[in-house]
């Protein structure tokens, strides 16, 4: 199926550092989602964005859904060890129970 | 609330045999369930979406006789993998949504199968 771009592939930060990734997409989208997968186990979900230009935070992180429709961000502040995973961000055109379309996800890792 | 839970973990079968993951979602009647399947270093690869009392409906390239999908209630969805061979070896993940909470998906922890 249709894959969104999500840059970077890979990330190697410094602990305390903020962190930053973004997704985009040829079509527009009427929800985002940011996951984050660790090794071995299934994606969970960090934030979900309904509305355009909506930003939400969860912690750390705050992710916003961009005015196109077409693209959304990640940042993490003040990374941590734990931080160190796979994320990815996924959009969805329709209603709850329709398909989500993945980016490709961004490998982070954090150094003590 | 939304958990979703998927047995087993892990499996190890061999070749020509069948092997069924179940998918459960726990607090909650899942109306759609997904599977996907995921390579090393690579993104979720959609497989078929179900829905509760209906045929699951396969993604381009996916064998229905070959990954079978039962959604027979709202809190549980299969996937047999039937005949498995070493290249169906692979980290399969499922994930469920439902009416009301919003459009997000809910997923397993994922099964690592391996054919021997």
């Known amino acids: 199926g249709q894959q969104l771009n999500q840059s970077p592939q890979s990330m190697f930060i410094q602990e305390g550092e903020d962190v930053s990734m973004n997704c985009t997409s040829s079509?527009?989208?009427?929800?985002w989602l940011w996951y984050k997968q660790d090794p071995g186990e299934g994606p969970v979900l960090l934030i979900a964005?309904?509305?355009?230009?909506e930003l939400t935070s969860n912690g750390r992180l705050t992710a916003q859904f961009g005015i196109t429709r077409k693209d959304s961000f990640l940042n993490i502040s003040a990374s941590i060890p734990s931080d160190v995973g796979i994320y990815f961000c996924a959009g969805q055109l329709g209603t709850s129970g329709s398909r989500l379309t993945f980016g490709e996800g961004t490998q982070l890792t954090v150094n003590p | 609330g939304a958990v979703v839970s998927q047995h087993p973990s892990r499996v190890i079968c061999k070749s020509g045999t069948s092997v069924k993951i179940e998918c459960r979602s726990l607090?909650?009647?899942?109306?759609?369930m997904f599977w996907y399947r995921q390579f090393p270093k690579q993104s979720l690869m959609l497989m078929a979406t179900?829905?509760?009392?209906?045929?699951?409906t396969y993604e381009q390239g996916v064998e229905k006789d070959k990954f079978l999908i039962n959604h027979a209630s709202l809190t549980l969805s299969t996937l047999t993998v039937t005949s498995a061979h070493p290249e169906d070896s692979s980290f399969y993940i499922c994930?469920?949504?439902?009416w009301g909470r919003g459009t997000e998906a809910f997923f397993g922890q994922g099964t690592r199968l391996t054919v021997v």
């Open positions: 079509s527009i989208f009427n929800t």
């Open positions: 607090d909650f009647q899942a109306t759609t």
């Open positions: 994930s469920a949504s439902f």
């Open positions: 179900s829905n509760e009392g209906s045929k699951a």
């Open positions: 964005l309904y509305k355009a230009g």
